[in-house]
């Protein structure tokens, strides 16, 4: 690759060093030279990030490759990226974009770190996050002693994953364990427990002999339910307008308005205790899809849900 690109020209020595020029006349700040080779013929970051471009292309040629690195990298990227275009490494069509993170810190808005000072391992985080979860599910008492690490295990990855991408990427945000492992709260517990707490009607109403096999969804009876309703209604624009801005954090905002949509449902109406049953089987309808719905979100969002909590 290197040498493909001093034969076209695209490469030249500039003090010692191998180097492709990438600025472009609509730059408004300098945007120095791709190096490809150090003055002693050491390769670089770009080097490889470049030769991988060149393998994925070969091996899935791709319509996109995203890079999700933390946002200081940008300039980097940038110089990859021209560099990528310029000696027609990839196709005129293929996109290369990059979406920079930010940094989770403490709530001393420092870079997140151990009690000691130390840096901070995933594997300790979520052994420490696991730990807070079965506390409060063991003094909860919902869940059998024999369940109860493992359910901490599902919830606690919901408080870590949901944590992180309810924040806008780009964005600094402060991991707060005690809000993140609320079951209140804009946070990933208070949604599985949402979802645990519709599966908990269903299957009740199937153990009272029940069927949901055919039941459909009827005009609402009430404001509550009607804005559950509406809200139901944005999923799929939701998910398309997230994918296509690379913004995980609206489906969370969406989720968490969901969510609170259908408990304000649940406190006003009295679902499995309605008489007019053909009334019920469109409550149970509309909990079946909210359920549905909550569950491909956080599917996507990388973590599942519990059968209790």
Do not use: W
């Not at 110089?79 to 001393?108: H, Y």
């Amino acid at each position: 690759m290197v040498q493909q690109m001093k034969d076209q020209g695209f490469a030249y020595e500039d003090q010692g060093a191998l180097v492709v020029d990438v600025k472009e006349e609509s730059d408004t700040k300098e945007i120095p030279p791709c190096m490809l080779l150090k003055s002693d013929g050491a390769s670089l970051y770009t080097t490889t990030d470049l030769a991988t471009i060149v393998e994925r292309v070969k091996l899935f040629d791709p319509d996109e490759i995203l890079y999700v690195v933390d946002k200081r990298q940008e300039l980097h990227f940038i110089q990859v990226f021209r560099c990528a275009r310029k000696t027609g490494l990839v196709k005129p069509e293929t996109e290369l974009s990059f979406l920079g993170f930010g940094t989770m810190n403490g709530k001393d808005g420092k870079p997140f770190k151990t009690r000691d000072g130390g840096v901070m391992r995933l594997e300790n985080l979520i052994a420490d996050i696991d730990e807070e979860m079965f506390h409060k599910i063991v003094e909860n008492r919902s869940v059998k002693d024999q369940d109860a690490k493992e359910t901490a295990e599902i919830v606690g990855l919901s408080a870590i994953k949901y944590g992180d991408l309810s924040n806008q990427a780009s964005k600094d945000y402060v991991f707060d364990v005690d809000r993140f492992t609320s079951f209140e709260g804009n946070t990933g517990p208070y949604i599985l427990y949402t979802i645990v707490r519709i599966k908990s009607i269903l299957a009740r109403y199937q153990a009272e002999g029940g069927s949901l096999e055919g039941i459909t969804i009827q005009t609402p009876n009430s404001e509550s339910e009607k804005a559950l309703m509406l809200a139901l209604s944005k999923f799929n624009a939701v998910m398309e307008n997230a994918f296509e801005e690379l913004a995980p954090h609206k489906i969370c905002a969406y989720i968490y308005e969901l969510a609170n949509d259908f408990n304000h449902f649940y406190h006003e109406v009295k679902i499995l205790s309605e008489e007019n049953e053909e009334k019920k089987k469109g409550y149970l309808a509309l909990l079946m899809l909210t359920r549905d719905v909550l569950e491909s979100c956080i599917h996507v969002l990388g973590f599942t849900s519990p059968e209790r909590m």
